[in-house]
T-cell receptor
Framework: DTAVSQTPKYLVTQMGNDKSIKCEQN?????MYWYKQDSKKFLKIMFS???????INETVPNRFSPKSPDKAHLNLHINSLELGDSAVYFC??????????FGEGSRLTVL | AQSVTQLGSHVSVSEGALVLLRCNYS??????LFWYVQYPNQGLQLLLK??????LVKGINDFEAEFKKSETSFHLTKPSAHMSDAAEYFC?????????????FGTGTSLTVIP
């Protein structure tokens, strides 16, 4: 059973398009995250939700909009894609101060 | 503010040699500490964690790390490197904040194993 699953695994799209990435966790965790990993492997937190409530919203362009319909799901919608949005986006979840569990990542390529 | 420093963005070792990846953190309270490994084109996988029990922590694939409060360090070691250990390694810290438990990552260390 996959604990944290993201879809799609790969997205290739043109500049200006809109795309969404979905994430689901079956671990019963109350907190979910979106991270962006750039080409230098640096992990940057973007958003965090706790029980469907946004608790972390880092300096991210407002073209990025997270949505959490319930505490097991956290989706990421990106409007008007730009070249600089090309990266690997990771979803993660955790319970309390414990470790993060990561999805396999969604590699976004903007042409 | 919390920070996690990984000394050496690239480390190369010979197969069979000792692996040492360094991690230092700054925290005003005892943190939880973690090491993650990322193999090419995969997500991050937990190697080991320190949660205020024994200071020497053993993880998967013979990795271990020692929490040294006086040095604010949590270095990762493995006695004998295998080719399959080539990957990106991340040190991370979790500590309480007013928005819940914040998680901070280091910038990563890329390990190369030379045959």
């Amino acid at each position: 059973d996959t604990a944290v699953s993201q879809t799609p695994k790969y997205l290739v799209t043109q500049m200006g398009n809109d795309k969404s990435i979905k994430c689901e966790q079956n671990l019963g965790h109350d907190t979910m995250y979106w991270y962006k990993q750039d080409s230098k492997k640096f992990l940057k937190i973007m958003f965090s939700y706790n029980n469907k409530e946004l608790i972390i919203n880092e300096t991210v362009p407002n073209r990025f909009s997270p949505k959490s319909p319930d505490k097991a799901h956290l989706n990421l919608h990106i409007n008007s894609l730009e070249l600089g949005d090309s990266a690997v986006y990771f979803c993660a979840s955790r319970s309390g101060p414990r470790e993060l569990f990561f999805g396999e990542g969604s590699r976004l390529t903007v042409l | 503010a919390q920070s996690v420093t990984q000394l050496g963005s690239h480390v190369s070792v010979s197969e069979g040699a000792l692996v040492l990846l360094r991690c230092n953190y700054s925290s005003s309270v005892p943190p939880y500490l973690f090491w993650y490994v990322q193999y090419p084109n995969q997500g991050l996988q937990l190697l080991l964690k320190y949660t205020s029990a024994a200071t020497l922590v053993k993880g998967i694939n013979d990795f271990e790390a020692e929490f040294k409060k006086s040095e604010t360090s949590f270095h990762l070691t493995k006695p004998s490197a295998h080719m399959s250990d080539a990957a990106e390694y991340f040190c991370a810290v979790s500590e309480p904040s007013n928005t819940g438990n914040q998680f901070y990552f280091g910038t990563g260390t890329s390990l190369t194993v030379i045959p």
